[in-house]
């Protein structure tokens, strides 16, 4: 076999690892093709593999712990690119919809508890871990319409953290008072208009009358 071309690279996620998988996946085969490998045995290709991947491969795919496949004396190489497929497959999606959590905000005429549910649902998605709590809570306070509302939030959390339950309690009491208050308001307004137009209707009647004149010839009212 041809053993004098230079060797490829150690993989090196860079700052779009997913995208770096596969070119460097790429160069890999092209590597095995190229040095008449890609016919050799099983253990010697996978042998090339660990020798040529670097580090942070080696150390993800100790993570994996591979088993064979049965019939297969050790794991095949087929096997190996694949699982290291799903892994940057997966980690691709993951920073998708990670993505997609950090952009919603809640809508306009939308209730906190409507855009509360779409956090919750949305953040599952994002393998936040121990830290799904903390995001959760960062983000209602992001997210939120009401600003005077955020503005607090983010003045009281400044000085003393909050945890996510006691501000989506806030929240809620904070749009619940809104609510009220504007029930209230309306009522108020509905009162007054009311009072409004029965003082006009009196004050007008008052004004009718004093208009009224006894005619005494006829005996009958004239304006």
């Known amino acids: 076999?041809?053993?004098?071309?230079?060797?490829?690279?150690?993989?090196?996620?860079?700052?779009?690892?997913?995208?770096?998988?596969?070119?460097?996946?790429?160069?890999?085969?092209?590597?095995?093709?190229?040095?008449?490998?890609?016919?050799?045995?099983?253990?010697?290709?996978?042998?090339?593999?660990?020798?040529?991947?670097?580090?942070?491969?080696?150390?993800?795919?100790?993570?994996?712990?591979?088993?064979?496949?049965?019939?297969?004396?050790?794991?095949?190489?087929?096997?190996?690119?694949?699982?290291?497929?799903?892994?940057?497959?997966?980690?691709?999606?993951?920073i998708f919809v990670s993505f997609i959590f950090l952009e919603i905000k809640q809508e306009q005429g939308e209730k906190f508890t409507d855009y509360y549910s779409r956090l919750r649902n949305a953040v599952v998605e994002c393998n936040y871990g121990e830290s799904q709590d903390r995001m959760l809570r960062d983000k209602i306070i992001q997210g939120l319409l009401d600003k005077a509302l955020q503005e607090r939030l983010i003045r009281e959390t400044s000085k003393k953290s909050k945890t996510l339950q006691e501000v989506v309690s806030e929240c809620k009491a904070t749009e619940n008072s809104k609510v009220q208050a504007s029930v209230m308001n309306e009522k108020l307004s509905h009162t007054v208009n009311a009072l409004k137009n029965f003082r006009n209707y009196r004050n007008q009647s008052k004004n009718n009358q004093k208009n009224e004149v006894n005619c005494k010839q006829c005996g009958k009212i004239h304006e």
């Open 1 to 94: 076999m041809a053993n004098n071309l230079p060797t490829i690279p150690a993989f090196e996620p860079g700052t779009n690892p997913s995208e770096s998988w596969m070119h460097w996946k790429e160069d890999f085969e092209d590597y095995l093709e190229a040095l008449r490998y890609s016919e050799a045995p099983e253990k010697t290709k996978t042998a090339l593999f660990r020798h040529l991947c670097g580090e942070e491969l080696k150390k993800q795919l100790r993570a994996f712990d591979l088993k064979p496949n049965d019939g297969c004396e050790g794991v095949t190489l087929q096997q190996l690119l694949q699982q290291f497929d799903k892994y940057f497959l997966d980690y691709q999606n993951e």
